[in-house]
């Protein structure tokens, strides 16, 4: 079965940087749209970049400041965090979509498999 995990939260002051990856298996990993999502307390869970293999999609809160990335070869795709602010303290999550799954990449809905999150906190 498709498994997701993410790894590389953690306790950052402001102006600090992360990077967060993603491991998965059980899919056709170079085939799917790969997604990177967020859900801070009382929040719903919102779109931060996604990857179908011919560049990124972002969320305008992190344009310029964060950057996916993916490697083919290892199953394994990478959210870079620069610039990180307190608002962007949350729980991110990994997720992967078929290609074929129509729809917008920013919805969450169309995404069939998710990481167990990891935590970032972003300290003032």
């Known amino acids: 079965q498709v498994q997701l995990v993410d790894s590389g939260g953690g306790l950052v002051q402001a102006g600090g940087s992360l990077r967060l990856s993603c491991a998965a298996s059980g899919l056709t990993f170079s085939t799917y749209i790969m997604g990177w999502f967020r859900q801070a307390p009382g929040k719903e869970r919102e779109f931060v970049a996604a990857?179908?293999?011919?560049?990124?999609s972002y969320a305008d809160s992190v344009k310029g400041r964060f950057t996916i990335s993916r490697d083919n070869a290892k199953n394994t795709v990478f959210l870079q965090m620069n610039g990180l602010k307190p608002e962007d303290t949350a729980v991110y999550y990994c997720?992967?979509?078929?290609?074929?799954?129509?729809?917008?990449?920013?919805?969450?809905?169309?995404?069939?498999?998710w990481g167990q999150g990891t935590q970032v906190t972003v300290s003032s």
């Open positions: 997720a992967a979509r078929h290609p074929t799954v129509p729809g917008s990449w920013t919805s969450r809905y169309q995404y069939a498999h």
């Open positions: 990857d179908g293999g011919n560049g990124g």
